[in-house]
């Protein structure tokens, strides 16, 4: 087998994955993204390690781990956007910079203490 057929299609899974993760805005395609990226590095494990004939298999060990690690990843982040989508109404990565609960944006930017009261000027 030659190890150039796999090695061009996990560089175009992996680009295709980046290309999600940069241009997306919603969070769970986001993860989907994430997710095509480790797979195109398990593919990668998975194609040099039998291209070296490794008798230890460890790419296709280190390919196990990586999926478990995805899963764990998948789990969590699912958790935190459905969190996130309950308590913002909306899963859109734009919308989502401020993440401080009870965070206002200062009213009245001329005035020296967030706590006091700023008064209007009277024009004569």
């Known amino acids: 087998m030659h190890l150039a057929y796999p ?5 175009l899974l992996f680009c295709t994955g980046l290309y999600g993760v940069l241009a997306r805005r919603n969070a769970i395609l986001v993860l989907m993204s994430v997710e095509l ?3 195109a590095v398990n593919l990668n494990l998975v194609a040099f390690d039998v291209w070296l004939r490794d008798t230890l298999h ?3 060990a280190l390919t196990l781990f990586t999926i478990a690690i995805a899963a764990a990843e998948i789990g969590i982040g699912l958790a935190i956007v459905l969190m996130v989508y309950r ?4 899963s859109d990565v734009d919308r989502l910079r401020d993440t401080a609960e009870g965070h206002e944006p200062d009213r009245n ?5 967030s706590n006091s009261t700023a008064r209007p000027e009277v024009a004569a």
């Not at 930017?109 to 203490?113: E, G, K, M, R, V």
């Open 7 to 11: 090695a061009v299609l996990a560089a």
């Open 37 to 39: 990226m480790l797979n």
């Open 58 to 60: 460890a790419g296709q």
């Open 87 to 90: 308590n913002r109404g909306t």
């Open 109 to 113: 930017p001329t005035a020296n203490d």
